[in-house]
């Protein structure tokens, strides 16, 4: 900590902890993406590129909701979610039905191809001008001993923690939840045990389009928010996937707040201490911490080792 | 080598023109005389098309395909040889356009220098970034690949001494010459051509060369070793192929002709910025690669035929009757998609639908039909 110590004696208190507030806030938005990433991985053994594009479809369903259609925003949050998981129902029924048992590399592929398709029909439909999603809650400041924090990021956080429960209590107690981790460990297995791998990847799919959803709605809040670049925003969120070891709740929701962390960190700093990394370093940050870590723990912090049998 | 019955040829001649009763015969790559009947009318192209009726848009058009196809092969070798997914090749071949701008435009050193030096600037880069690909398996290459592609962009856009920052950089006055030849506007028996014509020879002559490359390497040692990697890795490495060596290899080269496109595309469209090669230039190569045939050489240049075809098409004709709905072409226009969100989703499109329904591609289907023909009367 030493070699920190004029480092942080450069910004004030107060700063600092806002900062690692906003960092927070910002990682329990990477980390709901995350989990929808995880829970896809965990059920079929699939990394979904199309998860960015689910999330960009959650932000603008909710606008078009809220403000084309104006319904309650809560009730809007709902029908994008709603939105969201028959989407991935459909999109796995209609395509990833098919390839179960191909090569990873090809449904990586199809699911970059998705991702490449809905991200330009939303940028079409919507257009490419950045669209406010006029929520209740921007503005709306509460003020904890010095430190402001707004009502978006309690909500992204408070939303990170239900739905991290909610996986946790789904995966430990739920018979789906049972059934989807029979399943990823031995699919023939647990087809023997009469478990429908049908019915276990098709609602996999669909909480992945869910959470994803609601990630999406976290990232539109505040002031003209909503953009087609929030696609390319969500694949940010691959790092801390792999940073938790990607079939972990738990280490996705870390893995998301270190990347959030260290984000907020580097753009506090980029100014004073990292002027030889150019302008906007913490773009890049991610996926930096990610590649160190990787080479320290190729199976990220929290992943199972690989066990290769002949 | 196992000896086979049938050594020799017997008397009265083949029994058939496909009999093969050597290993050298099956590796041959240009078996019979149809494959050296075509290779004349390449030649015959080749010479003809650029000095005849195809103007100058079209042989720029051409030469795009050209320099396509040579990026397309390396990812081949990676993707479709080795079973390596890579999302960075767009960083490669930035690699090659920046290197062409600084080392050829700027610094002017001559064709023959920067050329290499680019190819080899990305072949080490590969190499650096290769044992990454030997560290993480399958799912993990693809994202720190993706990680690479945004790495990428973040140098190029503040490294501004030698990349000219966001607002990009010319490439005017590189020198384009080999010996006498000089390809910015080649002098040739008497004639003059104009830089299109200069540059369609420059780059279909270095796609051929590309394309020999490759083959003659896919059926290599080393070609063989990479198969064997993509087939199944884990028998390979116990029959004795070093998978360390094989997986960086393949990286690696397949950087050094993403360079080789990056140099030729920067100096056919004389500029580069940090936007050019970004993830979609990444999804490009790979839909190239899956459209035209993973596991093939001239899948790659079919691919690359297919993907500039299709691009070509939606500009070319965005304003015409029956696309301009779809298509946006101005701000007041009311079409659907833009011109660049309709290649987009088409490409997402494209690979989505080649992969459900032939996953081989194009390639696949021209072997099938060339099966048929040779199996005939008893094709099936």
């Known amino acids: 900590m030493n070699a920190l110590a004029p480092v942080l004696a450069s910004v004030s208190g107060t700063d600092f902890i806002q900062n690692l507030v906003s960092g927070l806030a910002l990682g329990s938005k990477y980390a709901l993406i995350a989990l929808g990433f995880v829970v896809v991985f965990r059920a079929t053994g699939v990394i979904n590129f199309a998860n960015g594009a689910f999330v960009l479809v959650g932000a603008y369903m909710t606008y078009q909701f809220f403000q084309t259609w104006e319904i309650n925003f809560y009730l809007s949050i709902l029908l994008a979610m709603a939105f969201g998981f028959l989407l991935g129902v459909v999109l796995e029924a209609l395509v990833l039905r098919r390839l179960v048992g191909e090569a990873p590399f090809t449904v990586i592929m199809v699911t970059i191809g998705l991702l490449f398709v809905m991200d330009n029909v939303v940028t079409a439909v919507w257009g490419a001008t950045n669209l406010d999603l006029g929520d209740p809650w921007t503005g709306n400041v509460v003020e904890v001993g010095g430190v402001r924090m707004s009502h978006r990021d309690l909500w992204a956080m408070a939303f990170t923690a239900t739905v991290l429960a909610a996986f946790l209590a789904f995966f430990r107690f739920s018979s789906m939840g049972l059934a989807m981790r029979a399943t990823a460990a031995d699919p023939e297995a647990a087809l023997a045990q009469g478990i429908s791998a049908r019915a276990v990847y098709r609602v996999a799919w669909g909480i992945a389009g869910l959470v994803a959803a609601l990630a999406g709605l976290t990232f539109a809040t505040g002031n003209a928010n909503i953009q087609p670049t929030l696609g390319l925003i969500a694949l940010a969120a691959f790092p801390a996937m792999i940073l938790g070891g990607m079939d972990s709740p738990l280490g996705a929701v870390i893995g998301g707040i270190i990347i959030g962390l260290v984000q907020q960190m580097t753009e506090l700093y980029a100014f004073e201490y990292l002027e030889w990394a150019g302008r906007n370093p913490q773009t890049v940050a991610p996926y930096v911490v990610m590649i160190i870590i990787l080479l320290v723990r190729p199976y990220g912090l929290f992943g199972t080792p690989e066990v290769r049998r002949v | 080598m196992a000896a086979l019955p049938l050594r020799s040829v017997p008397a009265g001649g083949r029994p058939s023109r496909q009999l093969v009763l050597d290993y050298r015969d099956d590796l041959r790559i240009f078996p019979d005389r149809w494959a050296r009947f075509g290779l004349v009318v390449l030649a015959f192209l080749y010479i003809w098309l650029p000095t005849q009726e195809v103007s100058d848009a079209g042989l720029r058009t051409l030469s795009t395909i050209a320099i396509v196809a040579i990026g397309a092969i390396g990812l081949n070798l990676l993707t479709g040889y080795t079973g390596q997914v890579s999302l960075g090749h767009a960083f490669f071949v930035g690699v090659g356009s920046y290197s062409a701008a600084y080392l050829g435009a700027a610094q002017e050193w001559p064709f023959l220098l920067y050329m290499p030096a680019a190819i080899l600037l990305g072949v080490f880069l590969g190499a650096v970034i290769g044992p990454f690909a030997l560290r993480l398996r399958g799912h993990y290459l693809v994202i720190v690949t993706l990680g690479l592609v945004f790495l990428g962009m973040h140098v190029f ?134 459209i035209g045939g993973a596991g093939t050489i001239f899948g790659a240049i079919l691919g690359a035929f297919f993907v500039i075809g299709v691009e070509e098409f939606i500009s070319h004709y965005s304003r015409s009757e029956w696309l301009g709905p779809v298509v946006r072409t101005g701000p007041g226009d009311s079409g659907f998609f833009s011109v660049g969100e309709l290649n987009a989703v088409l490409f997402g499109g494209f690979i989505v639908v080649f992969l459900l329904f032939e996953p081989r591609g194009l390639a696949a289907l021209w072997l099938r039909a060339k099966a048929w023909f040779l199996t005939w009367p008893f094709s099936y």
């Open chain 2, 157 to 290: 856009r503040n490294w501004t001494s030698v990349t000219g920052g966001n607002r990009g950089t010319q490439i005017r006055g590189a020198d384009m010459s080999i010996g006498p030849l000089d390809f910015s506007g080649l002098e040739l028996f008497g004639s003059t051509f104009t830089r299109e014509q200069s540059m369609f020879f420059l780059v279909w002559a270095l796609l051929a060369l590309a394309a020999l490359l490759a083959k003659n390497l896919v059926r290599s040692r080393m070609g063989r070793a990479m198969q064997a990697v993509r087939d199944r890795d884990l028998s390979a490495e116990i029959i004795g192929v070093d998978l360390a060596r094989t997986k960086v290899g393949a990286f690696a080269i397949s950087s050094g002709f993403a360079a080789c496109a990056g140099v030729l595309s920067g100096l056919q469209i004389r500029f580069a910025s940090p936007d050019d090669f970004d993830l979609f230039l990444s999804i490009e190569y790979v839909a190239i690669v899956i």
